[in-house]
């Protein structure tokens, strides 16, 4: 029994061996159609980086030719399929432009999306993919509304959506949290403007009346009473949006000093 598993296991090794060799010899000294066939056998076998590497050799050869919509399709697959979004993206498009009335060009247009969705960093990255993702879906709906994807697509489109509210709510954050208060007004400001019925909406209210406080009490003479007016209206619109808040009580208080300050404030343009 054991020398049966030996004798198996050399011949699996001789056999791997020989197919790679055979590879190898078809990759650097095969005519084009020796290597489109084996790239088209490595393929449908599933292993993709192989075929990846007969296809781009032949791409030079075929280019122009009817072959080149197969290849250049199975390319784009096997980019896919090994995880190569950024590539996979680029040539599922490629194939879009370059063969509009093929058959497969709807199922590619979504693999082109989907391949930039599934590049997009997390939040806290360069956001250029997610970008790219977003306009690529929403091309693709507008272009397939019948698409039994379209579904899949809005699915996506409202995650790339809530990774960019994030980031933004979290950029206007840190200029809040390092005491850049202007920075921070003008961006929970600009949050508010672009994401319209967010989940952080509370929270973008409170600390831009926070960052609208803090600015205000600090201020110097010149600017000290419309400021202290701003930050009076931020806690409006906090209070109007948000009236049972379990922050309510706090900004109350500083709502107080606020027109408190103001009182003194016009009391002495009085005096003087």
Not at 125 to 130: A, H, P, R, S, V
Not at 150 to 173: C, M, P, R
């Amino acid at each position: 029994m054991q020398k049966n598993k030996i004798y198996i296991f050399i011949l699996l090794v001789f056999i791997v061996l020989s197919s790679c060799g055979e590879y190898s010899k078809v990759l650097n000294k095969g005519t084009a159609q020796e290597q489109y066939e084996m790239a088209t056998q490595l393929y449908e076998a599933q292993s993709y980086n192989k075929a990846i590497a007969l296809f781009e050799k032949i791409t030079p050869f075929y280019r122009g030719k009817p072959q080149m919509e197969r290849v250049q399709y199975m390319i784009s697959q096997s980019y896919y399929n090994t995880k190569q979004y950024s590539l996979s993206s680029y040539y599922f498009d490629k194939f879009v432009k370059n063969y509009p009335q093929s058959s497969k060009v709807e199922e590619a247009a979504y693999l082109s999306a989907h391949s930039y969705f599934l590049a997009s960093p997390v939040f806290s990255l360069d956001q250029k993919d997610t970008y790219e993702a977003l306009n690529a879906l929403q091309n693709f709906i507008y272009k397939y509304p019948e698409s039994d994807k379209v579904a899949e697509a809005n699915v996506s489109i409202k995650e790339l959506t809530s990774k960019l509210e994030k980031k933004a709510f979290e950029i206007a954050k840190q200029y809040y949290n390092t005491g850049d208060y202007i920075a921070a007004i003008a961006s929970f400001d600009n949050f508010l403007g672009e994401y319209l019925g967010s989940s952080y909406k509370e929270n973008v209210l409170y600390l831009k009346f926070m960052a609208s406080y803090k600015l205000a009490i600090n201020s110097y003479f010149l600017k000290k009473e419309t400021r202290l007016k701003d930050a009076v209206k931020a806690h409006e619109k906090f209070k109007r949006n948000f009236p049972e808040s379990e922050n309510l009580k706090e900004t109350e208080e500083l709502l107080n000093e606020l027109n408190n300050e103001i009182n003194i404030f016009i009391a002495q343009k009085t005096e003087n």
